[in-house]
């Protein structure tokens, strides 16, 4: 008979690095992997995705800063480049040279940008609902507001406003992940405008081509913003991976959290028998 599969427990704690105070929740030991969240959420997103890896791997979840628990940065304007230093910052405090990489929308901007600049301290890459950010899409972005970017009104109903501009990427009748969204919005403040239109400051057609990382780029089919950009992503980026998830939403690592540690790690598992 075989004996139940044991999921270690989520720990929290903060790290000091040059570019802000980063809140971090991490469970397992073994092989580094480093989870990056979408705008505006949290290391919340990854919170039943965390421990399933855990039962494999070193699993860290870490907020970006400004958003969650982590700080502002200190003395740098918000960008993806920046994100990503603060990102390696938190491997170098916890003694980590190499790590898998995993991001979702945000998150996979940031982890791409990883792997263009430092590609030693990537063992594999994994992007999930990436975006494709090129001349276009920043013309474009310019004319319109972003999902998130919700004026605060006294009678509070902004709230109702962020609940229901995110309704329909959701599961329908799901109210905890949309509350969880919710909670992240609000906490965020400015930040979860902001986030995306740093995503659409990213000169992405630039740093693409320098991705050398072994790669999967995962495409949730119900995301209608990252969708369509998934064959893009992969196309740029040699040897990758295109994987399609059928039902996966916009909230996919907490609509369907084994689904998405299964991913993960069946793709980190090839590569680490690989090596």
């Given at each position: 008979m075989h004996s139940p599969q044991v999921t270690p427990q989520t720990q929290v704690t903060f790290v000091e690095t040059?570019?802000?105070?980063?809140?971090?929740?991490?469970?397992g030991d073994g092989a580094p992997v480093l989870l990056l969240h979408q705008t505006p959420r949290s290391w919340d997103e990854y919170r039943d995705v965390l421990p399933l890896l855990g039962r494999t791997y070193r699993t860290i979840a870490m907020d970006t800063p400004g958003f969650g628990d982590s700080g502002n940065l200190r003395a740098?304007?918000?960008?993806?480049?920046?994100?990503a230093r603060t990102a390696l910052a938190v491997?170098?405090?916890?003694?980590i040279g190499a790590a898998t990489i995993v991001g979702h929308h945000t998150g996979a901007a940031i982890a791409l940008e990883i792997a263009a600049c430092s590609p030693e301290r990537v063992s594999s890459l994994v992007?999930?609902?990436?975006?494709?950010?090129?001349?276009?899409?920043?013309?474009?972005a310019g004319h319109r507001k972003t999902v998130d970017d919700v004026d605060v009104r006294a009678d509070g109903s902004h709230v109702?406003?962020?609940?229901?501009?995110?309704?329909p990427l959701y599961p329908e009748g799901d109210t905890d992940?949309?509350?969880?969204?919710?909670?992240?919005?609000?906490?965020?403040?400015?930040?979860?405008?902001?986030?995306h239109r740093v995503v659409n400051r990213y000169v992405m057609e630039e740093r693409i081509g320098l991705v050398r990382s072994p790669t999967l780029v995962i495409a949730p089919c119900r995301d209608p913003h990252a969708y369509p950009a998934a064959g893009r992503v992969a196309a740029a980026i040699s040897g990758s991976v295109l994987r399609e998830?059928?039902?996966a939403m916009v909230p996919f690592p907490d609509q369907m959290p084994e689904t998405f540690a299964a991913?993960?790690?069946?793709?980190?598992?090839?590569q680490n028998r690989r090596n």
């Open positions: 040059d570019f802000a105070r980063v809140h971090l929740a991490s469970a740098h304007r918000p960008s993806i480049e920046i994100w491997l170098d405090t916890l003694d992007l999930s609902a990436c975006p494709f950010v090129d001349q276009a899409r920043r013309q474009d109702l406003e962020f609940w229901k501009r995110r309704q992940l949309l509350g969880r969204y919710v909670r992240d919005a609000l906490r965020a403040g400015p930040m979860a405008a902001e986030g998830v059928a039902e991913i993960v790690r069946e793709f980190v598992d090839r």
